[in-house]
């Protein structure tokens, strides 16, 4: 055998294993260590376990509030990209890189981002602020400034309604939030208003029992509350009355449109005269003779 190569093999043989991978990483990753690496390696033990730890203590908290489920989940995946997150620069830290660079990067990446997406970050704010504050819930019927339905989805940037019509509307959560939003359904019982004109020849109480008679032949009215007829306005050729009763919300339109087809089978019984505005043309007949 050649003595160079025994020299290089005998060499070889009698360096420590150790002290040769130390110096190949101090070479490679400057005053990177074997004693850095195992610390490290035990320290991301530690981390992974207490990130598993933090986050079974969030899922119980979570899970003891009375939140929504996709309130939920969007906790749970936020605490969960946090804590990785940390554990990264932990780990970075022990190894000793300078975190202060990565941090100012991805400070200046999610201000960029964030000057990006500045309407979607709008929408996933108000997604949050409905997600907790519930002004309505799944198949609620709402009424806002850009159109009203029943609620068939909540995201975190959309609100999707289904209008009566059968279109599906989706609004922007943040413009849904800076307007009013008015609920039919969060009550379970809504009520009808009804404004009905009558003669001045037939009497206001005539008037009232005919509502009334109309109001107890229609089903679904709820007698508590009980259903009221007032008198609220003189008009140039007759007397408004408006008609109120309460209904459960699930029966409101049939009792809506029934009693208005009862008010008018009442007023024809009792010969109460429903007006109308109406225009006569009197025809005068000029018997001037030309001179």
Request: net charge negative; with cysteine.
């Amino acid at each position: 055998m050649d003595t160079s190569a025994s020299a290089l093999l005998e060499n070889v043989t009698q360096t420590d294993p150790a002290s040769t991978l130390e110096g190949w990483l101090q070479a490679g990753w400057g005053k990177l260590t074997v004693g850095r690496v195992l610390s490290a390696l035990f320290l991301l033990l530690i981390c992974l376990a207490v990130v598993r730890l933090l986050l079974g203590m969030t899922r119980r908290l979570v899970n003891r509030a009375s939140l929504d489920e996709r309130v939920k989940r969007y906790i749970l995946r936020g605490m969960r990209a946090f804590l990785y997150l940390l554990t990264a620069l932990i780990m970075a830290g022990s190894l000793n890189v300078d975190v202060s660079s990565l941090i100012a990067i991805v400070s200046v990446f999610g201000l960029a981002v964030s000057l990006a997406v500045q309407d979607v970050l709008g929408n996933v704010a108000g997604g949050m602020v409905l997600l907790f504050s519930k002004p309505f819930t799944l198949g609620d019927y709402v009424s806002t400034a850009d159109g009203e339905g029943e609620v068939a989805e909540i995201t975190l940037t959309h609100t999707k309604l289904d209008t009566p019509s059968g279109q599906r509307v989706m609004l922007p959560n943040s413009k849904l939030m800076a307007g009013q939003i008015v609920n039919y359904t969060v009550r379970g019982v809504r009520r009808a208003d009804h404004a009905v004109t009558a003669s001045y020849d037939d009497e206001p109480e005539a008037v009232r029992a005919a509502c009334l008679k109309a109001l107890s032949r229609t089903p679904n009215i709820l007698p508590d509350p009980a259903p009221q007829v007032v008198l609220t306005a003189y008009g140039e050729s007759s007397i408004e009355y408006h008609v109120r009763f309460w209904a459960k919300t699930e029966d409101y339109w049939d009792a809506h449109f029934r009693s208005l087809e009862e008010l008018r089978k009442a007023f024809a019984e009792d010969d109460v005269t429903m007006t109308y505005n109406h225009l006569n043309v009197h025809i005068v007949e000029n018997n001037t003779k030309e001179k």
